[in-house]
């Protein structure tokens, strides 16, 4: 099953998609919503779902292209309170990511980035039920950052750079046990400031704090063993840049159970009603490839079985960097 999110005519709803049409639902309007509702039921997400099918339905080609009244929402939110839906994610969970990391930081030798994708490819993969080593982690942001399929990434006035990274991510809501749920997966642009990060590996963190993109659609229990894709750039409606990409346990240095232990362990991360995205980490992104983004180059993240691709355009803010004050009350 393939939900999305939209917001139009009346306002927000939820479709289930069905190859060029949305089926929509008659009462929930947000995924979260929905989530709550198979919780309080205990009949399960896709039943819930199905059973909610309102039998009105939505031309999926032209709310994809920007030609409906229709537009998508990102594949999952908080709507009510954004700051209760966390941004993070996990990196060096694949070596092409790790390597292109390692040559941003390197005159040679081994850095900190390939140990620890090495650490991952040692002890990343656990026996079911055992714990692994830890993975690298990292915060985005909470929910205002998120940008659905169509919506621009913004790269700020004191940015250095923005480029994608096509991921696969993780979607989750905290019950009321305080026990993460995951609904599903899906598409992602993680969109970082590598030019920034290259300076100094310490600036990672700092890198991160932008905006990303997720969707259009949200995956209900998708096969996440091997996940074949394709990431471009188009500029001036031509590819300037493409690659195969792919993603999933079978390829990664950690498994989607250690990935999540090692998010959810914290007790912060498990606040009832809370909704989590999860980013599992790329394979490989043009700024690894000397490809620099510029104003109205498009990126576009597809991955097999996760519905159409997400495509985001890149807006570089012109204005001047400009000092933030602050002031005593």
Not at 142 to 150: C, D, Q
């Amino acid at each position: 099953m393939r939900l999305i999110q939209l917001s139009g005519p009346g306002g927000r709803r939820v479709g289930v998609v069905e190859e060029n049409r949305i089926a929509l639902l008659k009462t929930h309007t947000s995924i979260l919503d929905l989530a709550n509702a198979a919780l309080a039921s205990r009949v399960g997400f896709k039943q819930t779902a199905t059973a909610d099918l309102s039998g009105d339905a939505l031309d999926y080609d032209s709310i994809y292209s920007g030609g409906s009244e229709w537009q998508i929402l990102p594949a999952m939110d908080h709507p009510s309170e954004p700051a209760r839906c966390f941004i993070t994610g996990t990196g060096l969970t694949h070596l092409r990511s790790a390597a292109n990391r390692n040559a941003m930081h390197t005159a040679g030798e081994v850095t900190d980035s390939m140990r620890m994708y090495q650490w991952g490819v040692e002890g990343g993969r656990p026996e079911p039920g055992q714990i692994g080593v830890s993975p690298e982690w990292f915060y985005k942001g909470p929910g205002t950052i998120l940008r659905a399929h169509n919506q621009t990434l913004d790269v700020p006035s004191y940015a250095e750079d923005g480029g994608e990274e096509p991921e696969v991510a993780g979607v989750y809501i905290i019950d009321a046990a305080g026990m993460p749920r995951r609904i599903g997966m899906t598409t992602g642009n993680e969109f970082s400031d590598h030019q920034f990060e290259k300076r100094n590996y310490l600036y990672l963190a700092a890198s991160k704090l932008r905006q990303c993109a997720i969707g259009p659609e949200l995956v209900v229990d998708p096969d996440f063993r091997l996940v074949p894709g394709e990431v471009a750039v188009e500029r001036g409606g031509s590819v300037l840049w493409s690659k195969s990409i792919q993603t999933g346990e079978s390829v990664m240095s950690h498994t989607l159970a250690n990935m999540e232990h090692h998010h959810f362990k914290f007790e912060a991360h498990r606040r009832p009603g809370d909704v989590h995205i999860h980013f599992f980490g790329a394979d490989a992104f043009s700024f690894g490839e000397g490809v620099k983004l510029v104003e109205g180059d498009l990126m576009r993240v597809c991955f097999s079985g996760f519905g159409r691709a997400l495509r985001n355009p890149v807006h570089i803010s012109r204005e001047a960097d400009a000092l933030v004050p602050v002031r005593p009350i």
